[in-house]
């Protein structure tokens, strides 16, 4: 069966300050991998996704995620964090077509000026 | 605004009854899911239509039902509604199927009491 962890339940970052959160999963198959923000009283938006090919992924509002098979891993990162950007992060897995997908429990990121 | 329309917005109910709710998609995107998202059990997927099919079946209940409609609109009916239904239930919408990014839309926010 398909997993994913966030192994942090608050992320805590100066503005300015480099970002990581992480993700890591567990599928059988070959994962179709994802990342998607939570603005408070807002649904999920998307900021980026692996399917195949380079292990760096850039997305939306410079959020970036590298794909680590070996240690079946999908960071997110951004090299300057904002105040903007604390919200709740959600990392989310897919086993190729047809299966469920599977989000994580999320990671509150705070953004501290 | 992701384009994903859902109502009602809010929903207020008594144990026992039964309740629909209606999310359209994106302008032509094929693919409907339903989640639901609580404190206790973060976000949940239900189920995925595409084209009017049931492509995926996630952690449904039997008291639940969903179909897409040839419009592409589709419905989530929750019957015998218990206290522990209360939740946020979003609607996403992707283009094809597994692999393509969803948009959320802004939810429905269902209290059984």
């Known amino acids: 069966a398909q997993s994913v962890a966030q192994p942090e339940d608050q992320v805590n970052v100066a503005e300015g300050n480099p970002l990581t959160v992480k993700c890591t999963y567990s599928v059988s198959g070959n994962p179709y991998l994802f990342w998607y923000v939570q603005y408070p009283n807002r649904g999920l938006q998307f900021l980026l996704k692996y399917i195949t090919g380079d292990n760096l992924v850039k997305g939306s509002y410079g959020f970036e995620a590298e794909f680590n098979k070996s240690q079946t891993s999908f960071h997110l990162k951004k090299p300057s964090a904002l105040v903007s950007d604390s919200a709740l992060y959600f990392c989310a897995v897919r086993e190729n077509y047809g299966q469920n997908f599977v989000f994580g429990p999320g990671t509150r990121l705070s953004v501290l000026p | 605004d992701s384009g994903v329309t859902q109502t009602p917005k809010h929903l207020i109910t008594a144990t026992g009854q039964r309740v629909t709710l209606r999310c359209s998609p994106r302008?032509?995107?094929?693919?409907v899911y339903w989640y639901q998202q609580s404190l206790d059990q973060g976000l949940q997927f239900l189920i995925q239509?595409?084209?009017?099919?049931?492509?995926a079946k996630g952690n449904i209940l039997e008291r639940f039902s969903a179909q897409q409609f040839p419009d592409l609109h589709s419905e989530l009916n929750l019957s015998s509604l218990e206290l522990g239904d209360s939740a946020l239930y979003f609607c996403?919408?992707?283009?094809?199927?597994?692999?393509?990014?969803?948009?959320f839309g802004p939810g429905t926010r269902l209290t059984v009491t």
């Open positions: 302008s032509g995107d094929l693919s």
């Open positions: 996403a919408s992707s283009t094809r199927q597994g692999s393509d990014e969803q948009y």
């Open positions: 239509y595409y084209n009017g099919e049931e492509r």
